[in-house]
């Protein structure tokens, strides 16, 4: 029997997930937090280093001993998050407030800067009353929530005082990672702090389903998978190169159905997205993705002959949002439903076949190349409608 594969968004509640809870889940970006009481914000003890040229007695091979010096390096950056969730959130008017009783939620994190910014996802805080960093040495402060997008499963918080010591992680260029090539993976899955996992770049350009708005759901493009073994209670923490540079932060895993355990595929937003979105949720506790207004279907060979259409690869548009930059160029929508693979599928619309002159195979690429732009920008895009094929120009707007 084929197996159903679900995605799950890591986090974990008393040991796996945020069970029998009140959970905000909007789609907006947090509001940015005051301050809460904290008993002090004294000076953190430093934290040990180590010396990464030791000579260990055992011996490693060099590629061992190359991941023992990394982590040493890396692992200092490295947090554990504890997340207490606002119960009262939901409860109807009038009902008393409940007050939390310790943590409910568990997540990681990385040191982003040295104004004591760290990264995480955006799951991970949301809803969150207090946020509590771990460092490695064992040494605890509370964090403020600084902003948080629920469209890249980003967030940032920030921390104001930080171990003597600690180095932010450099970001690595993940426009330039290759299958194959070793990732590692550092985090708290199941509440264990700061382990390392070892695998490699499985896949690229993977696509996450994002959050539903009132115009409909948006997607995750440009998303690493990785085999590098990653549990509830990894995310948000870092995906690394050989070198310690962040090339992604970890965000979900594939399980089967009824399974919620890792199975051998990972996913992590890249950094490039990274490099894009924290430098805005910093300065102004959100950011803007460039917004399309389509709703689309990969066309290949069969769909296109299925339906009898002219051409065999592309994106079919199936309807133009109102008041969308695509209704704005003058793209149109499909006139007729249909069924294809037990779903309804929207038919006769444009055929979007290239996209500022790079040919489109699939819905997941043209999502990933109109994510690295920016709102304001102009896309050309070649259309086939009937018979004839035409250039359209878009300008993107932000998504509402």
């Known amino acids: 029997m084929r197996r159903v594969l679900l995605i799950l ?14 959970v905000v889940t909007s789609n907006e970006a947090p509001t940015p937090t005051s301050p809460p009481i904290r008993p002090t914000d004294a000076p953190l003890l430093p934290i040990e280093v180590g010396n990464t040229s030791v000579v260990v007695e055992t011996e490693l091979s060099e590629s061992e001993q190359r991941l023992v010096d990394l982590y040493r390096r890396v692992n200092p950056a490295v947090v554990s998050l504890d997340v207490v969730v ?31 910014h760290i990264v995480t996802n955006h799951h991970v805080i949301a809803g969150a009353f207090q946020i509590q960093v771990r460092f ?8 403020d929530l600084i902003g948080s997008d629920p469209d890249s499963d980003l967030a940032v918080i920030k921390v104001n005082s930080l171990p003597e010591g600690v180095k932010p992680l450099p970001l690595g260029n993940s426009e330039t990672l290759q299958v194959g090539q070793t990732a590692v993976a550092i985090g708290s899955p199941f509440g264990q702090r700061n ?3 070892v695998g490699v770049i499985s896949g690229l350009g993977r696509t996450l389903r994002g959050p539903e708005r009132r115009v409909g759901s948006f997607s995750i493009p440009n998303v690493i998978q990785t085999d590098a ?10 995906l690394l190169n050989l070198r310690g540079e962040v090339i992604g932060v970890n965000t979900a895993i594939a399980v089967s159905l009824g399974g919620s355990n890792f199975e051998g595929v990972g996913y992590a937003v890249p950094a490039q997205t990274v490099a894009r979105v924290v430098p805005a949720l910093i300065k102004q506790g959100r950011y803007d993705h460039p917004w399309l207004g389509i709703s689309m279907t990969t066309v290949d060979t069969l769909f296109a002959n299925r339906f009898g259409l002219a051409i065999n690869r592309g994106v079919l548009v199936g309807a133009v949002q109102e008041g969308s930059p695509a209704a704005a160029a003058g793209l149109q929508g499909g006139s007729t439903t249909a069924t294809y693979r037990g779903l309804p599928v929207r038919i006769g619309g444009d055929i979007i076949i290239a996209c500022n002159g790079a040919p489109i195979f699939s819905s997941d690429q043209l999502v990933g190349m109109i994510d690295l ?7 050309v895009l070649k259309i086939q409608r009937g018979s004839e094929q035409l250039d359209v120009t878009v300008t993107l707007a932000a998504r509402p």
Request: one cysteine or more.
């Open 9 to 22: 968004l890591l986090f974990i509640v008393t040991g796996c997930a945020r069970a029998n809870l009140t």
């Open 86 to 116: 606002d119960q009262s959130a939901n409860l109807p008017p009038g009902h008393p407030p409940i007050t939390p009783d310790g943590p409910s939620g568990q997540g990681s994190g990385f040191l982003y800067d040295d104004q004591g």
């Open 136 to 143: 490695a040495n064992g040494a605890t402060v509370i964090a």
């Open 195 to 197: 382990t390392l996992t």
């Open 229 to 238: 073994a990653i549990n509830p209670g990894n995310s948000g923490g870092p």
């Open 373 to 379: 732009l920016q709102v304001g920008d102009q896309v």
